[in-house]
């Protein structure tokens, strides 16, 4: 697989602008429900603190649930159909191991899906830099065709 860059991710998350945070998508398993994204940490983002000189590590949050968006997007993108709308559930045992993400580093995310029931998936997520981790927790998100089916 050659890597999926910005441009093909837009058209598949409902993230625009600067709330759009992955670089690129580097593989994806559309049957296992597996992918590794990336993040180039850099002063145009977001989340950048000038003073820190990088982005706090809490940020990998928002990376692991863009991961899982894309790999949404992905999955059925293959099935030939449209992207669904993903609603976090629940954040556990979210952990960071180290405070700042460097400015000029990347960031690599893996996630997997541990469990699915129905429209609800769940999913192991990690971020690392430099080969060592610095995150890593469990999302569980709902898939719906519209926000309309959540009373929103």
Same mark, same amino acid.
């Given at each position: 697989?050659?890597?999926?860059?910005?441009?093909?991710?837009?058209? /598949?998350?409902?993230?625009?602008?600067?709330?759009?945070?992955?670089?690129?998508?580097?593989?994806?398993?559309?049957?296992?429900?597996?992918?590794?994204?990336?993040?180039?940490?850099?002063?145009?983002?977001?989340?950048?603190?000038?003073?820190?000189? +990088?982005?706090?590590?809490?940020?990998?949050?928002?990376?692991? @649930?863009?991961?899982?968006?894309? $790999?949404? +997007?992905?999955?059925?993108?293959?099935?030939?159909?449209?992207?669904?709308?993903?609603?976090? /559930?629940?954040?556990?045992?979210?952990?960071?191991?180290?405070?700042? $993400?460097?400015?000029?580093?990347?960031?690599?995310?893996?996630?997997?899906?541990?469990?699915?029931?129905?429209?609800?998936?769940?999913?192991?997520?990690?971020?690392?830099?430099? +080969?060592?981790?610095? @995150?890593?927790?469990?999302?569980?998100?709902?898939?719906?065709?519209? /926000?309309?089916? /959540?009373?929103?």
């Amino acid at each position: 697989m050659s890597v999926i860059g910005k441009e093909r991710l837009i058209s /598949l998350l409902p993230h625009k602008g600067k709330m759009f945070l992955l670089d690129r998508v580097m593989d994806f398993d559309p049957e296992d429900y597996i992918l590794h994204s990336q993040v180039d940490v850099t002063e145009n983002s977001m989340f950048f603190d000038m003073p820190l000189h +990088g982005i706090p590590s809490y940020v990998c949050f928002e990376y692991m @649930a863009q991961s899982i968006s894309a $790999l949404s +997007g992905l999955v059925a993108e293959t099935m030939r159909q449209a992207p669904k709308i993903g609603v976090i /559930l629940s954040v556990s045992d979210l952990r960071t191991e180290k405070p700042i $993400l460097d400015d000029g580093s990347t960031v690599d995310i893996h996630i997997k899906k541990t469990d699915i029931v129905d429209s609800v998936f769940s999913f192991t997520c990690s971020a690392f830099c430099d +080969g060592k981790r610095i @995150a890593e927790g469990k999302l569980t998100v709902m898939e719906v065709d519209n /926000l309309n089916v /959540l009373g929103i």
